[in-house]
């Protein structure tokens, strides 16, 4: 069985030795199963390619956000509108690409 020594500032070793314990585990059985799991679960080596993955959706995420403030803000100039004893018109709810420019 090969050994393998890992370097750890005391508030490291503190946070992983009560991890282990609460899992009711030595902090070497720890290290070996958060290890195994990183590497059976595509954590090591894929950084670039989670990173991508990551800015991916939060780009997705960004335009998502981008089309709800556009209805929010549709609905709220709506309800100004009706406030004011105004009719509103198909026009009011409309999503047009030229509308901000």
């Not at 005391?10 to 009560?18: A, F």
């Not at 195994?36 to 956000?65: P, W």
């Not at 709800?68 to 009011?92: S, T, Y």
Request: hydrophobic share 35%.
């Amino acid at each position: 069985m090969k050994r393998v020594e890992v370097y750890l500032s005391d508030e490291q070793y503190e946070k992983w030795k009560q991890k282990a314990e609460s899992e009711g585990m030595s902090v070497s059985s720890f290290v070996k199963k958060a290890v195994e799991s990183a590497f059976s679960n595509g954590f090591v080596g894929k950084k670039d390619e989670m990173i991508a993955k990551l800015e991916e959706r939060v780009s997705d995420l960004e335009y998502e956000l981008d089309l709800v403030m556009f209805a929010l803000d549709k609905v709220d100039n709506a309800l100004k509108k009706l406030n004011r004893g105004e009719k509103l018109e198909l026009n009011d709810f409309v999503y047009s690409t030229d509308e901000g420019k």
